[in-house]
């Protein structure tokens, strides 16, 4: 059964609270990055993101994720 896992984080370029959004994660040691939607900082995360939300004005907004994946 699969399931969606939040990880929540701070953009260190901008300071955006930022969620990661995963479909059951895979810990295979690879990394894969994915950019702040506010400010297009990188960030490392453990897994290919599916979806990616900011908080603006109070509220979560979603946002499409840019990623790399690094094996």
Known sequence: MKHNVLFPCICQGCNARLKVEFTDPMRTGAMGTVDCPVCG?????????????YEKDGSWIESPPKTQHFA
């Open 41 to 53: 900082t990188s960030k490392m995360v453990p897994d290919e993101p599916v979806k990616i939300y």
